[in-house]
């Protein structure tokens, strides 16, 4: 589908571990954009109970389908996880160097999810 590259990157802090997942056509269509993809993938990778605060949160970064096109103010990324303020989503939207290079990876959003117990480059 044009604009996206129909993988995401998810990234295991807890297992050391990070591995390709496919994104679906359907799945892309029906949620446009990186706060819709990024709900999608919230509601996924976030276990209903989980602590705000505590690894089962998910911190996903999601590039914009137009990332990489000639339109200007294209590059922008949204970030989305389970919001310590209101337990529901939290979402917020940025424009840099990131969404290009993301998209440059071969992906249209990274996951990160668990914890670490020794700091991780």
Same mark, same amino acid.
């Given at each position: 589908?044009?604009?996206?590259?129909?993988?995401?990157?998810? %990234?295991? *802090?807890?297992?050391?571990?990070?591995?390709?997942?496919? /994104?679906?056509?359907? %799945? *892309?269509?029906?949620? =446009?954009?990186? =706060?819709? /993809?990024?709900?999608?993938l919230?509601?996924?990778?976030? $276990?209903?109970?989980?602590?705000? *605060?505590?690894?089962?949160? $998910?911190? =996903?970064?999601?590039?914009?389908?137009?990332?990489?096109?000639r339109?200007?103010?294209s590059?922008?990324?949204? %970030? %989305?996880?389970?919001s310590?303020l209101?337990?529901?989503?939290?979402?917020?939207?940025?424009?840099?160097? *990131?969404?290009?290079?993301?998209?440059?990876?071969?992906?249209?959003?990274?996951? =990160?999810?668990?914890?670490?117990?020794?700091p991780?480059?």
């Amino acid at each position: 589908m044009f604009g996206y590259n129909g993988k995401l990157l998810l %990234v295991n *802090l807890t297992t050391q571990e990070s591995y390709w997942e496919p /994104l679906s056509d359907t %799945v *892309l269509r029906d949620f =446009i954009g990186g =706060i819709g /993809l990024g709900t999608y993938l919230l509601y996924n990778y976030c $276990p209903t109970n989980a602590e705000p *605060l505590g690894p089962d949160n $998910p911190l =996903i970064f999601i590039a914009s389908p137009l990332v990489g096109s000639r339109l200007t103010t294209s590059s922008k990324f949204a %970030v %989305v996880t389970k919001s310590p303020l209101t337990g529901f989503i939290g979402d917020s939207l940025s424009s840099s160097f *990131l969404a290009l290079e993301l998209k440059k990876t071969g992906c249209d959003a990274l996951v =990160i999810i668990g914890k670490s117990t020794f700091p991780t480059l």
